[in-house]
């Protein structure tokens, strides 16, 4: 069998990247009617004629007027020794810039490889979509930070309480093999984590 042409390869790599990604909007805005009972991925949309320019401004993170753009923001606060623990966002890139204190943070490859860093205040750190990461407040005082994805819902899965705290839960002979320990150590680490309600 030949092998791909450079441009079938190009072409490939092109619908992979393009299909990954949030859809294009198929109206020019869409500022999310918060007061619909309806939500079909996203919130639907006000009436145009009722949009204002007080729809895009925002002094805080939580701005309908972001709904169908393809990205969201938040505010995370550490208290001295707090962890956002190992998890992933299967629908985004995660991108943070610390406003207050110092973290420590990290991503893991699909090669088990951890690239880490300590950040400080003005500091900025991407993680790619997809992979594990974390952060960690290993200062004396809190920070803060204001992280950004590429998705209006990047969508969190926590891996401590989705392997041990899912509804039903996963069975404990198949975590104990998967993490080399005993059943018994199972139970106990599943008593640390409620079940999703």
């Known amino acids: 069998m030949a092998s791909p042409t450079p441009t079938l390869l190009l072409l490939t790599i092109f619908?992979?990247?393009?299909?990954?990604?949030?859809?294009?909007?198929l109206q020019d805005l869409c500022v999310a009617d918060?007061?619909?009972?309806?939500?079909?991925?996203?919130?639907?949309c006000k009436d145009a004629a009722s949009v204002t320019s007080l729809d895009f401004f925002s002094q805080g993170l939580a701005n309908p007027g972001l709904n169908t753009l393809g990205v969201s923001l938040s505010r995370i606060d550490y208290?001295?020794?707090g962890l956002n623990p190992p998890h992933t966002h299967p629908r985004a890139t995660e991108v943070v810039f610390v406003l207050e204190g110092t973290l420590d943070v990290g991503f893991l490859t699909t090669a088990n490889r951890l690239i880490s860093q300590s950040l400080k205040k003005g500091d900025v750190f991407a993680f790619p979509k997809g992979l594990v990461h974390f952060q960690k407040n290993n200062g004396k005082v809190p920070a803060s930070v204001i992280a950004a994805f590429n998705s209006q819902l990047p969508g969190t899965q926590s891996l401590g309480a989705?392997?041990?705290?899912?509804t039903p839960p996963v069975p404990d002979n198949i975590l104990a093999q998967a993490f080399q320990t005993s059943p018994g150590t199972v139970k106990h680490i599943k008593t640390k984590f409620q079940p999703k309600k």
């Open 79 to 81: 208290a001295p020794g």
């Open 34 to 44: 918060l007061s619909s009972g309806i939500k079909v991925n996203g919130f639907p």
């Open 15 to 25: 619908f992979f990247i393009s299909a990954s990604a949030d859809p294009d909007m």
């Open 162 to 166: 989705t392997l041990f705290g899912s």
